[in-house]
C-alpha cells in the first residue's frame, strides 16, 4: 500500500506551486476607482473594493503618500488607491478626497515570484 501512495506527496507540492502561480483577479481597478465619490461613506466604498489591502497579483512598489495619511487604500496589478475621509454631520466618515496613483512592479526573479506568491496564498 506504501509503495502505491508514494506519487502523493510530489503531486500535492506541484499543485500547491501552481496554485500560487495563477493570478486571481483583482477588483481594484480603475473602473472602481471611477465609480466611488465624494460624499461616499467609507461602507460604500469598501462594497466597491473589499476591504483595504493589496490584492495584486505580482509584487509593486507602492506609492508612499506624503502629507495627510490616507484613511484607507488599496493596491492592485499596476495601480494604487487611496481615499481621505472625514466625519460626516451622521457621524458616519465620508469620502473627503481620491486619488488613483501608478505603480510599477517590482522586477524579480521566477523563484522569487513563487515564493512571494506562495507566501500570499498562506498568509
Known amino acids: 500500500m506504501r509503495k502505491q501512495l ?3 506527496i510530489p503531486v500535492t507540492g506541484m ?3 501552481f496554485a500560487a502561480l495563477v493570478p486571481r483577479p483583482s477588483r ?8 466611488i465619490e465624494k460624499g461616499m ?9 473589499g476591504p483595504p489591502g493589496d490584492y495584486s497579483t505580482q509584487p ?11 484613511t484607507d487604500e488599496w493596491i492592485g496589478d499596476g495601480i494604487q488607491i ?11 466618515y465620508v469620502v473627503r478626497s481620491k486619488h488613483l496613483y501608478e505603480i510599477k512592479p517590482w522586477d524579480m526573479g521566477i523563484v522569487d515570484r513563487a515564493l512571494w506568491q506562495l507566501h500570499r496564498l498562506f498568509r
Open 6 to 8: 508514494w506519487w502523493i
Open 15 to 17: 499543485l500547491l506551486v
Open 28 to 35: 481594484v481597478t480603475r473602473a472602481a476607482f471611477e465609480r
Open 41 to 49: 461613506t467609507r461602507a460604500e466604498v469598501h462594497k466597491i473594493l
Open 60 to 70: 509593486y512598489l507602492p506609492v508612499l503618500v506624503s502629507g495627510i495619511v490616507p
Open 82 to 92: 487611496c481615499i481621505w475621509c472625514h466625519q460626516g454631520g451622521g457621524g458616519e
